[in-house]
């Protein structure tokens, strides 16, 4: 196709030259082509074109998967799984093992539900800030200002960091010695352990995920808000609505779709919560920013007694909470696909 | 009922000015629209009557009241534009409710009108649909509607019919003309569509590049062209223009058309002064080729039944529109002549057109 527009209005000779490595190309998998369509029939030939890439997908995650799931029946220290010996839902009963699921230490694997209430609280606040203050930025990006690309690439930057690079950034700022501490010795305050400090530790796993994702939704609700007709404004203004209820009655409801998106996705990448806080807070101080995800690395993979099929347990807990807020997202796009149909 | 008066208008985006002193008044239950080109400036200029925009400079005047620095929302005005401007997630009914809301008015009183406004439109059994579940010519309603529920001193259109079929746009034409008379509200309508100007507007404004050539009754510029654009753009098919200069012999002033002479009285300019002639295709009489003032060859034959449109080139290379009523049998290729009418539309060589003593 794009060959055959680009030949339009250009030197023919060129593109002739570049296409001819195609063409050699082609022409030669015609015949074993023609031989796997002979052998599979045109229908099956949909099914050949995918084997490639269902390969690949079945060999890096769902067997993984499945193999994830039949160490969780297993236990041991072993590494192999015929050196493993099947407890049943043994490891199962270990993590739900528990006085009182609100009360952490009264459970078996008080540092599972350590790091389930720790999640749960990241997930509640993150995801809330983060929402809002993706929303509040896109508002302000989406209104005629100057350099209003340049602020947009301000916002999007830390998108384009990895994770890991985003906690070293962070933990260099705010380690004990860090530049925070350094310009608040300056201006005569005292130091804050910033990291060594519970409440302090989890503030800041907080922040800094939020600071590394804002960009990245602000950007999508910029889209939504941009997608909206600049019409239904100047009609609500010729009808005199102020600015508020413009808000709640208008671009709120036209942007839920990108809203609902935006939600979901940060849901889902929230409860999936590892390298930034890893590398910023290692979980500390204590176990006070011990998330699920690290709770399973260092479960399975860190600690000296490798525990792998307790690490594959909750982590198929955690993949069961996944699917949930998956098939939510599928279930808000598939609606926002619905109703743009219309 | 409100009117509205423009003092020097002017509008600037950045270095680019694209009003250049507007005057206008326009009465109280009058329908005025705005035509020109694409780029006149109409839309730019209904949208600061609005307060969309604001002026660059010159005074708004509504009800003796100088608006300039009073927002859309207070100058009490409503607008139905292009697009409808519908709100997709709300019904028809919330679309009608949504503008008398702002001024918490009395639910009983906004249903009231909501209701008028729908029986009057024939919208009511579409009242619980949204937008996206109506047709083009339903919306068109329901924006109107949008409009009417308010009670606006001045409706502001903005093409509202340019994105209906040709149809459903004639249909809707004939019903906002006696939506005007019924409401006897004022109105101001943008149009690109010449006939629609015509068939709608008490009166014309003709606008281009910002500024305005000619304001008229319909029939004003069509019989009374101002310059040559007016001429041009007013009537269909297009006026004709021919060049020709100013000839004075012996047996008084006249015509050089081509090297034909052609009588004509009360000219003012001076021999040789290069002139523009213009003529609706309809003023021509078909006559045999050395009879007529000029020689046409016909290029191409439009039968529309009641009549006949020739579309012909002149010996001079221009080409030339005439109507012969009833079903003429022509063919292309055919030479035909053609006789002026006598009082023909003269252009000076600035395009304005030149009085008659």
Known sequence: MSIVSETRGQAPSLSIVLAAPLRLVMGALNAPMSFVQRRFGLGGMGAVFLAPNMLIFGVFVLIPVAINLAYSFTGGMAIFFGERHVVGFEQYRTLFACGDYTQPATCREDAFWQSIHNTIFFVLVQVT????????????????MRSRGFWRAVFFFPVLLSPVVVGLIWKWILQRDGLLNAVLVDYGFDRTLWLAERNWAMFWAIFVSVWAHLGFYALILLAGLQAIPRDLYEAAMMDGTGRLRTFWRITLPLLWPNLLVVITLALIRAVQIFDEAYVLTGGGPGTSTLFITQYIYETGFAHVLRNLGLASAASILMGVVLVGLTLLQLMASNRRNREGNR | MSHLALRQVTKQFGSVKVLHGVDLDVRDGEFVVFVGPSGCGKSTLLRIIAGLEDASSGEI?????????VSAADRGLAMVFQSYALYPHMSVRQNLAFGLENSR???????????EAARMLLIEPLLNRKPGQLSGGQRQRVAIGRAIVRRPGIFLLDEPLSNLDAELRVVMRAELAALHKRLAATMIYVTHDQTEAMTLADRIVVLRDGRVEQVGTPLELYNKPANRFVAGFIGSPRMNFIDASIARTERGSGLDIGGKHHAAWGLDLPHGSPVTLGVRPHEVDITEVEAGAMALEITLVEQLGAETVLHAKTTLGGAFTLTSP????????DRIGVALPPDLHIFDSEGQAVSRR
């Open chain 1, 129 to 144: 800030v983060l929402v809002l203050a993706a929303l509040g930025t896109a508002l302000v990006l989406n209104r005629e």
């Open chain 2, 61 to 69: 005047h509504l009800d003796d009241r100088q608006v300039n620095d």
């Open chain 2, 105 to 115: 008015m009395p639910k009983t009183e906004i249903e009231a009108r909501v209701m």
């Open chain 2, 326 to 333: 009833g079903q003429g049998r022509f063919l292309v290729g």
